[in-house]
């Protein structure tokens, strides 16, 4: 099993700036793709940012220039900086990891329990 330690969500003003991490531990095998997801009250869960382990990212085009992924790979962990904070931001954010296990490295996918984030007006 591996267990995903999320933290650093909180309430801000529109316009602040919140800093998300995810520490992965347990049977980690070899950490692939690290995300965020959120899920705003109403609608579906979407893909925020991700990052590979050759560190390539892909952004939501709603956060392209707001929100920047990285990864420290000594610590098992991903991050997500989020600035220029709008109300629409509001959601649970959730932390997202592929590991590979295994002599044929089959791909696990597991979820953090997720971290709530709003912005106020």
């Known amino acids: 099993q591996v267990q995903l330690v999320e933290s650093g969500g909180g309430l801000v003003q529109a316009g602040g700036a919140l800093r998300l991490s995810c520490a992965a531990s347990?049977?980690?095998?070899?950490?692939?793709?690290m995300g965020w997801y959120r899920q705003a009250p109403g609608k579906q869960r979407e893909l925020v940012a991700t990052?590979?382990?050759?560190?390539?990212?892909d952004y939501a085009d709603s956060v392209k220039g707001r929100f920047t992924i990285s990864r420290d790979n000594a610590k098992n962990t991903v991050y997500l900086q989020m600035n220029s904070l709008a109300p629409e931001d509001t959601a649970v954010y959730y932390c997202?990891?592929?590991?590979?296990?295994?002599?044929?490295?089959?791909?696990?996918?597991?979820w953090g329990q997720g971290t709530q984030v709003t912005v106020s007006s």
């Open positions: 997202n990891v592929i590991v590979l296990l295994g002599s044929f490295a089959r791909p696990y996918t597991y």
């Open positions: 347990g049977n980690i095998g070899r950490l692939n793709t």
């Open positions: 990052i590979t382990s050759g560190t390539n990212t």
